[in-house]
């Protein structure tokens, strides 16, 4: 890999970070200009915005016939946003979750997880698979905006603090919003190329595969806006929209990026073994770690936003220890089985009960 592909690869991470926020602020202001509520934006437009970092990998590698990086990637940036980013952000304040349409959101992100399973058991996630994951995804938008007129006038304030409630009507305001919108879209497209050239060349030189590539570094590029945004929640206060934003953009990750990469994909998606036996599943289960955190308490605290960051860098180290076939991977894989795994399911287990007992676990 020579210093230009390098450089190349940088500035794709750089220029899909810029992209997404001239985008979601653009998509934002343009939609507040048209009358759309500050709750529908948050819950659809930005989530969807956070998510366009991954559409654009998954769209510029399948075209490339490398289709295990748009896999690796999704996987990895679900895994990535609530591992990583949640637990940063709960690590810096504790993180609020308290709204109906968040709890409806969980299950329906598990669900949709393990579909992705089901899909790929047969070695692809084919074009008819993808536009079942599309169609997927119009239902659960329609959803999302008829159960934001249900939210409670605190949840609506919330959200137009976080993005705005004033329209700007004017014809240059708007002409203004598109512009962001369409060099949004521009810098997308030419970071996503970059990134992927470096990302095969890096793996090609590494000797890794291009799932493994997409599951750590391209992964964690693409969660930056999702780290961007939540972060910032966190320290101006609004900590519900920080959870919602990643819940929002895990299930967009997979119905819009999945789908539309598998449909316009000849053969779709590939799934390796290797993602079909610990990858996905990982995937699945930090979905369903967020149901006890989550709605015990309706808040996330700091020591489980650090627990999340420990679970973070042990399945890195994991994943860069079996791709390496490192000495010291199968003593590693003996301590989590022996030791970490089970101490969290108990930890899980002693604060449902004690949620249970005190009367807290929400309906």
């Given at each position: 890999m020579d210093l230009v592909t390098l450089v190349l690869f940088v500035a794709g991470f750089g220029l899909l970070i810029g992209g997404a926020e001239m985008l979601v602020r653009g998509a934002s202001r343009l939609a507040c200009t048209l009358g759309v509520s500050p709750l529908i934006v948050g819950l659809t437009i930005v989530a969807l915005g956070t998510s366009s970092p991954e559409l654009a990998v998954g769209i510029q590698s399948s075209l490339m016939a490398s289709g295990q990086v748009a896999l690796g990637n999704v996987v990895g940036s679900n895994i990535v946003n609530i591992l990583l980013i949640l637990g940063l952000s709960a690590t810096i304040t504790p993180l609020i979750v308290a709204q109906q349409l968040v709890r409806l959101e969980v299950p329906l992100m598990i669900g949709i997880s393990v579909l992705v399973l089901v899909l790929g058991l047969d070695g692809a996630i084919g074009q008819l698979d993808g536009f079942l994951l599309i169609a997927g995804l119009v239902a659960y938008t329609v959803?999302?905006?008829?159960?934001?007129?249900k939210e409670s006038r605190q949840v609506q304030e919330e959200y137009?603090?976080?993005?705005?409630?004033?329209?700007?009507?004017?014809?240059?305001?708007?002409?203004v919003q598109i512009g962001l919108v369409l060099g949004g879209l521009a810098l997308l497209v030419l970071g996503s190329r970059w990134l992927v050239d470096g990302a095969v060349a890096l793996a090609l030189t590494l000797g890794l595969s291009e799932l493994i590539i997409g599951l750590t570094i391209v992964a964690v590029g693409t969660g930056m806006p999702e780290l961007v945004i939540c972060v910032t929640a966190s320290i101006r206060g609004e900590r519900d929209i920080a959870v919602g934003n990643v819940v929002g953009s895990n299930i967009y990750n997979i119905l819009i990026v999945l789908g539309l990469t598998a449909t316009v994909s000849r053969g779709g998606v590939a799934v390796p073994p290797?993602?079909?036996?610990?990858?996905?599943?990982?995937m699945i289960a930090v979905a369903v770690a967020c149901l006890p955190v989550f709605f015990l308490?309706?808040?996330?605290?700091?020591?489980?936003?650090?627990?999340?960051l420990g679970y973070y860098v042990a399945y890195t180290l994991y994943v860069i220890l079996d791709a390496t076939q490192h000495d010291a991977l199968a003593t590693f894989s003996l301590i989590m089985l022996v030791f970490v795994i089970p101490l969290t399911i108990v930890t899980l287990g002693v604060l449902v009960v004690r949620a249970v007992r005190r009367g807290s676990v929400l309906s």
């Open positions: 959803f999302a905006v008829r159960q934001s007129r137009a603090q976080e993005f705005g409630r004033k329209a700007c009507g004017s014809l240059w305001e708007g002409l290797a993602a079909l036996a610990f990858d996905i599943p990982v308490d309706g808040r996330i605290a700091r020591w489980e936003g650090v627990l999340f």
